[in-house]
């Protein structure tokens, strides 16, 4: 790869992580670490448990969302 070929991978890839982070994407990420941190013995959810946690929670208590 070319040097301006590979900043320009570089840029998209670190915009692309700013937008998932802005979206909630790496909202699983940020729980798994609060958990290890937290020192919780039991096993944490699956990602599947907590996104079906998490969408629960908000459609039972909406707060400033768009849609």
């Not at 599947?48 to 929670?57: N, Q, V």
């Amino acid at each position: 790869m070319t040097a301006g070929l590979a900043a320009v991978a570089s840029g998209f890839r670190g915009f692309a992580r700013y937008l998932g982070g802005v979206m909630g994407a790496d909202a699983y990420a940020k729980y798994l670490e609060h958990y290890q941190a937290a020192g919780h013995q039991e096993p944490p959810l699956t990602e599947r448990e907590f996104w079906r946690d998490y969408t629960d929670r908000q459609d039972s208590n909406p707060q400033g969302r768009c849609c």
